[in-house]
């Protein structure tokens, strides 16, 4: 999963007196007392880090969004937070510690603040955090081990980040011979997850290639199928991307690649009929149009 970045106190304290001097800079000319707001949750420990450092200035904290004039989060991640609080106050100056939407900032990967502790600020915490908000009684015996399960369990639903599809799929230059007939691994298992709700996307993929001078092992393919489903997914986009991988690293004459699956998002919230499989296609090269690609629809059936 994702890489973490666990601050310190002293890169926080660079950060803040970084953010106290454009807030400084900005005050010309203000009325005073400033009224400062910190985004809940990790925008008030922040907030109380640029306070320190605006020594001289008349200030005010407000809980009360709506007549900020300046709001302090701890970290601007997709901007999506910022978008909201300035929804509701359009006219405060919005700043944060950090910034992924920079180029200084971007690299970070998962941000650790001091006040989260780094078990804390893990996965686990925000599962047990789920609990609470899904379970009256969250504190009882056969959750207190679930978050733990669940992180490992992730890991795992999750590797296909990790992994690189160049790597698996060594090629055999001359193992193909003369062969030009396209080869199929049929019904190899899917087990994705939906990026709508994280929830299960399972079925089964028909993946064919015709070669052009290069084969893989056909566990590959299954591998193949394993790397891309392993991450957050829309049946679309991992359909492509298995055949796109195959194009590119392998160079065969042609590519197809079936999915059928089941989506648990949409059946057991009764928005499609259970045992509904949705199916999806990726044609490439001859397997296009013509001959090969009426075989292939046979093969995957
Ligand atoms: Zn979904």
């Known amino acids: ?15 803040a007196r970084r953010v106290a001097d454009e807030i400084l800079s900005s005050l010309t000319g203000h009325e005073v007392p400033v009224l400062f707001y910190g985004v809940p949750r990790g925008g008030v420990p922040a907030l109380y880090l640029v306070l320190q ?9 407000t809980d009360n969004l709506a007549i900020a004039e300046i709001i302090i989060d701890d970290l601007i991640d997709s901007g999506s937070t910022m978008e909201r ?12 510690l950090f910034d992924k939407r920079t180029e200084e900032d971007a690299d970070l990967g998962w941000i650790v603040f001091p006040w989260e502790s780094a078990e804390d600020a893990g996965f686990e915490d925000n599962v047990r955090r789920m609990l609470q908000a899904i379970d009256p009684n969250a504190d009882r015996e056969g ?3 679930t978050p733990v399960r669940v992180a490992k369990a992730w890991t795992k639903w ?22 030009d007939e396209m080869v199929t691994v049929a019904n190899i298992p899917v087990y994705s997850k939906c990026e709508h709700h994280m929830a299960d996307i399972f079925g089964t993929a ?7 001078g290069k084969i893989v092992g056909l566990s590959k393919l299954s591998r193949l199928v394993n790397i891309y489903a392993r ?4 049946q679309e986009r991992l359909t492509v991307q298995i055949a796109d991988a195959l194009q590119e690293h392998l160079a065969p004459l042609g590519v197809g690649v079936q999915l059928k699956c089941r989506h648990m998002c ?6 499609c009929q259970q045992g509904h499989h949705t199916v999806t296609t990726a044609l490439r090269g001859v397997m296009k149009e013509g001959d090969p690609r009426a075989e292939f629809l046979a093969v995957a059936g």
């Open 1 to 15: 999963m994702t890489q973490k970045t666990i601050l310190d106190y002293r890169t926080l304290e660079t950060r």
């Open 53 to 61: 450092h605006l020594s001289g200035v008349p200030y005010e904290v």
């Open 85 to 96: 609080v300035t929804f509701e106050n359009s006219t405060a100056d919005f700043y944060g």
């Open 143 to 145: 959750l207190i081990e």
């Open 158 to 179: 999750a590797e296909g980040y990790g992994q690189d599809p160049a790597g698996i799929l060594k090629v055999f230059e001359d193992g193909a011979g003369n062969y």
């Open 206 to 212: 028909t993946v064919s290639y015709i070669p052009n």
């Open 231 to 234: 991450r957050l997914q829309v």
């Open 266 to 271: 949409m059946e057991s919230r009764g928005v």
